[in-house]
């Protein structure tokens, strides 16, 4: 079975700055989808990045980036000039899909980030 | 930009009592899914829907739960008899072949609360 792991329980990160988060799974596919997703206190999650396991470039999307290791099954969140709206709950997440689009995610712990001005 | 709609925000309710949860998806979607969420834990699969039937549910998802697609628009999760482990976030998901495929598309939640 599929884990997802977040052994960052909190991290901390003044405002303007650059953190990384940090995420690792344990698969036996070799394709699946890997995501960050944002829980703001509102409880909504959103979607922050996606990565697709067959492409080598790891994804980008404004200033959220990820470094996408396949061999060290590492998924890591880098966040550049942070900002007082990027204080969250963050969480990885994985998906298969060899069983379709019904391919259920499965997330990690979670890791509260807090934005310091 | 379409989303997913969730009714109520907030439901609070007597352990024991039945309650639905409601959710309308994203109108071209095809795959539907409950997740829940107790407080201050991780976000948990409980079921997965396609085509009028389940395609997958995890162990939480006991004879108490039960999910439903009324009307071509409405998905929603049935709690027989409640019990006080069943307070949580419960969040609902849809998918379909707009976009990405893979992309599960999450509402804002309903808070449950079981006394």
């Known amino acids: 079975a599929q884990t997802v792991t977040q052994s960052q329980p909190e991290m901390s990160v003044q405002e303007a700055e650059t953190v990384t988060l940090s995420c690792t799974y344990d698969?036996?596919?070799?394709?699946?989808?890997l995501f960050w997703y944002k829980q703001p206190p509102s409880r909504q999650m959103i979607l922050v990045i996606r990565?697709?396991?067959?492409?080598?470039q790891n994804a980008t999307e404004n200033r959220f980036s990820v470094n996408f290791q396949k061999a060290a099954k590492s998924f890591s969140l880098k966040i550049s000039d942070s900002q007082l709206g990027d204080a969250a709950m963050y969480f990885c997440?994985?998906?298969?899909?060899?069983?379709?689009?019904?391919?259920?995610?499965?997330f990690g712990t979670g890791t509260l980030l807090a934005v310091q001005p | 930009e379409p989303e997913v709609t969730q009714t109520p925000s907030h439901q609070v309710t007597q352990m024991g009592q039945e309650v639905i949860l409601r959710c309308v998806p994203i109108?071209?979607?095809?795959?539907f899914y409950w997740y829940r969420q107790i407080l201050g834990q991780k976000v948990e699969f409980l079921v997965s829907?396609?085509?009028?039937?389940?395609?997958?549910k995890s162990e939480i998802f006991d004879d108490q739960f039960s999910v439903e697609r009324p009307d071509g628009s409405n998905f929603t999760l049935k709690i027989r008899s409640t019990k006080l482990e069943d307070s949580a976030m419960y969040f609902c998901?849809?998918?379909?072949?707009?976009?990405?495929?893979?992309?599960?598309?999450f509402g804002p939640g309903t808070r449950l609360t079981v006394t």
């Open positions: 998901a849809s998918s379909g072949f707009s976009g990405n495929p893979y992309e599960q598309y």
């Open positions: 698969t036996s596919e070799s394709d699946y989808y």
């Open positions: 990565q697709e396991a067959y492409k080598q």
């Open positions: 997440a994985y998906r298969g899909i060899y069983g379709g689009a019904t391919n259920k995610l499965i």
């Open positions: 109108s071209n979607h095809l795959y």
């Open positions: 829907f396609y085509n009028n039937e389940i395609s997958e």
